[in-house]
């Protein structure tokens, strides 16, 4: 689809204050975490045991299980059976048709053992396609209820059932069933709203969970948000029979406790953990939220009865600010999508800059060169023998001299402008001779398409009088037009392509020598020209600079069809790159 026709054209984050925003599709993302999940070239796997503790005079320790280590599992078999298991007892290992009075049994049962899980994540080998793997996140209607489903590689629980003098040992594994086992959570991902979850976090574990760094937009950073169940409800067990005993036990001992006591305490989910490491790319994101945005119609309002392949469309936004900014108070749905049903098999999302974010970098880029094409003229002339004694001379100006305009709509983004104009005589009423000095600046910068255009012309500008004779000239009069089509490579880095052009119409020529012997115009108007502070260059803006603009998120995407929107919003389509690397 062609930047005219596409959805994104819209975009104007001026009017939802962030700095910029990455979406991506809830189609991409599934495909990809699918991807991802069944790639892994070594399963990530945990084991978690219970055990209640015969020998506490607590009551409840006594009688209630709680989560246990392998090792002091061990420890407990040891002190009551020394030497019997030098290897120690891993009650994942002891198959289905173990007997009650089997040793292992009987020692489990002495040290308190009741339940036993290990998961190792990935896609379960029930499914014969990858069309029949069912999406693991369904982004609904807004952020606060992100659907989520955890698939397991594997799933096997033992429990060890006591009454009177009996035992019974039981297994059950997800192998053996007809459907795999699936976790389904509603996930909260509100990280700012008041009252959500995430706002009653300790620091240390928001931090944690945003993890503002190099792979914040990575499929395994998602993995690890969407897995952190402080922010979310109880899960439910799709493939087990909620009527019965084990339903419960499994949703209470493990979906609880595992997921909300491992992750609300930042520790590894699914061995994953959270590391700082330094950006790479142009825009550092210092605050982060997530939007959930389902896809809307022409009235910019989500579809009542949208399809199947329109809830695939829905998108989920990392809503980024930078340099320390503060997020707004609320999250508002924006009121265009960002890719259109036909262009989900070419892109899965884009990255949206603020005109406003944009339009500060850049200036950021070519404010020095602005300000040392300006100067301000400084003139004395005082009497002479012959002619006035004429003194002239450019002190530096400063950033804040100049006149600096941000247009809020329209094409054009940047305005700069400077005007200094100088002028002094000698005799009364400057009767004997006088001189005037001026220097004029401007230059305007356009947003459009692909395309920047940068317009500078500068002007140096003196008038000169000995007695009744005068003469004017634009001793420099240079302007430099800029179009530069810009792209984008695999890695992030804009692609820049053109040449500046320079009108010159500095009036060079020498006057007349009758007039120039009785004012001295041309050796006063050369010296103008060649009195600089480094000749006043009125060059072009350095946009070789733009060449190290890097798009965020160049680690888990690829990127390509840079273009500016309707609202000069920056947009890169994004395509996740291989999340098993």
């Known amino acids: 689809m062609s930047s005219s026709t596409s959805p994104a054209r819209k975009s104007s984050l001026k009017d939802y204050s962030y700095d910029f925003v990455l979406a991506t599709t809830q189609r991409s993302i599934n495909a990809t975490m699918k991807q991802y999940l069944d790639g892994l070239p070594q399963k990530p796997e945990s084991t978690v045991l219970y055990a209640r503790d015969p020998t506490s005079q607590d009551k409840i320790k006594k009688t209630t299980p709680a989560l246990i280590t392998a090792e002091d599992l061990n420890k407990r078999i040891e002190a009551n059976f020394p030497g019997k298991f030098p290897s120690g007892l891993d009650p994942l290992s002891i198959p289905a048709d173990t007997d009650g009075e089997d040793s292992r049994i009987r020692a489990l049962r002495k040290v308190g053992f009741k339940y036993g899980f290990r998961i190792v994540a990935g896609i379960p080998d029930h499914y014969e396609s990858k069309a029949d793997i069912p999406d693991l996140v369904t982004l609904g209607q807004d952020t606060s209820a992100v659907s989520y489903r955890m698939l397991c590689k594997d799933f096997d629980i033992v429990e060890l059932l006591t009454e009177d003098d009996d035992s019974f040992w039981n297994v059950y594994s997800q192998a053996t069933q007809e459907k795999p086992w699936v976790f389904v959570a509603q996930v909260d991902m509100r990280m700012n709203a008041i009252g959500s979850n995430f706002a009653g976090l300790p620091d240390p574990v928001k931090n944690a969970v945003k ?6 937009f990575s499929i395994e950073q998602l993995v690890l948000d969407l897995s952190n169940t402080a922010l979310q409800k109880p899960a439910t067990i799709e493939g087990l029979d909620t009527g019965g005993d084990l339903y419960e ?25 959270v590391k700082y490491k330094a950006q790479s790319s142009t825009l550092i994101p210092t605050d982060l939220d997530f939007l959930v945005v389902p896809y809307v119609g022409d009235n910019g309002k989500a579809l009542p009865n949208p399809t199947v392949n329109q809830k695939q469309m829905s998108t989920l936004n990392y ?24 262009e989900a098999s070419q892109l899965d999302g884009i990255i949206s800059i603020n005109r406003n974010t944009f339009t500060e970098w850049f200036l950021r880029q070519i404010k020095p060169q602005a300000v040392s094409s300006c100067f301000k003229p400084k003139v004395n002339v005082t009497p002479g023998s012959w002619h006035p004694n004429f003194r002239y001379w450019r002190e530096p100006i400063t950033e804040s001299d100049l006149t600096i305009n941000k247009p809020s709509t329209g094409s054009r983004v940047l305005d700069i402008s400077w005007s200094k104009q100088d002028e002094d005589g000698a005799g009364l009423d400057w009767a004997l001779g006088s001189l005037r000095y001026r220097n004029t600046y401007s230059a305007t910068v356009d947003f459009q ?47 820049v392509k053109g040449e500046p052009v320079l009108q010159d119409n500095s009036e060079n020529d020498s006057i007349n020598g009758f007039s ?24 072009p803006f350095p946009f070789r600079a733009l060449g190290d603009f890097v798009f965020p998120g ?28």
């Open 211 to 216: 993890n503002l760094d190099d792979n914040m």
């Open 249 to 273: 036990k499994v949703q209470r001992f493990f979906a609880n406790q595992y997921c909300r006591g491992l992750a609300a305490q930042g520790k590894p989910v699914f061995n994953y953990t």
């Open 319 to 342: 809503l980024c600010m930078t340099e320390q900014r503060s997020l707004p108070a609320s999250n508002k749905a924006f009121n265009w999508n960002w890719v259109a049903e036909d």
């Open 449 to 495: 398409d692909s395309t920047i255009k940068v317009v500078v012309h500068g002007v140096i500008w003196a008038q000169l009088k000995v007695g009744q004779s005068w003469q004017t000239a634009n001793v420099v009069d240079k302007t430099w037009t800029s179009e530069w089509s810009l792209g984008v490579d695999g890695s992030g880095k804009i692609v």
């Open 516 to 539: 120039d012997f009785f004012t001295g115009a041309n050796s006063v108007f050369q010296e103008i020209r060649k009195n600089n502070i480094e000749n006043v260059p009125f060059g």
């Open 554 to 581: 160049g680690r888990s995407f690829t990127f390509k069809n840079f273009r500016f929107s309707d609202n000069q919003d920056l947009l890169c389509a994004i395509t996740y790159t291989d999340p098993t690397k």
